[in-house]
Antibody, heavy 121, light 111 residues
Framework: QVHLQESGPGLVKPSETLSLTCIVS????????WGWIRQPPGKGLEWIGY???????NYNPSLKSRVSISVDTSKNQFSLNLTSVTAADTAVYYC???????????????WGRGTLVTVSS | QSALTQPPSASGSPGQSVTISCTGT?????????VSWYQQHPGKAPKLMIY???KRPSGVPDRFSGSKSDNTASLTVSGLQAEDEADYYC???????????FGGGTKLTVL
């Protein structure tokens, strides 16, 4: 059974880079697209981006200038970097799986538990 | 691109039915059958309830159903139960520039 687990610092200073990793266990990271979604406290969900094991990425246009998502197939994990963070980037960050094989269905059937990242000095 | 529009709240008594709407545009909800719905209980990760407008994942009760008309998708919960009380979010593919949009969420209260 595939399991996703986010990891990374819970506190990041303003203007610095937020870096998170999602470890995929119980299955291979190849053949699926993987995504990051975030949720500010008390607010709704926001899609951040997708990555494929080939390195292909798609990003939310509103975040595109600051975000990068990469994949490490040897470690079966993918990562999120968000630069120049502000308090508005404070959120629970989720990693998730698109269930399509070698394609995208544009929804997520498997989610990590999420990790809260606070941007504060 | 704005988020999809959902009512902030909805409610119903146990056993009743409630429908939550999700309004987009002809560039997202109206253009593609890639509408999905998620249920989120407090402090938990979202759970997929409906995908591709009206399909239910294995394990989701058939009390949950989805539909779409023009630019508006809907989630109907029939035979409301206490455990259905949660936040519900819709999502849609929005083309190869915007990609994925979420709605603002609807808090469903079981009275």
């Amino acid at each position: 059974q595939v399991h996703l687990q986010e990891s990374g610092p819970g506190l990041v200073k303003p203007s610095e880079t937020l870096s998170l990793t999602c470890i995929v266990s119980g299955g291979s990271i190849t053949s699926h697209y993987w995504g990051w979604i975030r949720q500010p406290p008390g607010k709704g969900l926001e899609w951040i981006g997708y990555v494929y094991h080939s390195g292909t990425t798609n990003y939310n246009p509103s975040l595109k200038s600051r975000v990068s998502i990469s994949v490490d197939t040897s470690k079966n994990q993918f990562s999120l970097n968000l630069t120049s963070v502000t308090a508005a980037d404070t959120a629970v960050y989720y990693c998730a799986r698109d269930p399509a094989i070698w394609a995208r269905y544009w929804y997520f059937d498997l989610w990590g538990r999420g990790t809260l990242v606070t941007v504060s000095s | 691109q704005s988020a999809l529009t959902q009512p902030p709240s909805a409610s119903g008594s146990p056993g009743q039915s409630v429908t939550i709407s999700c309004t987009g545009t002809s560039s997202d909800v109206g253009a593609y059958n890639f509408v999905s719905w998620y249920q989120q209980h407090p402090g938990k990760a979202p759970k997929l309830m409906i995908y591709q407008v009206s399909k239910r994942p294995s394990g989701v009760p058939d009390r949950f159903s989805g539909s779409k008309s023009d630019n508006t998708a809907s989630l109907t919960v029939s035979g409301l139960q206490a455990e259905d009380e949660a936040d519900y979010y819709c999502s849609s593919f929005a083309g190869n520039n915007i990609f994925v949009l979420f709605g603002g969420g609807t808090k469903l209260t079981v009275l």
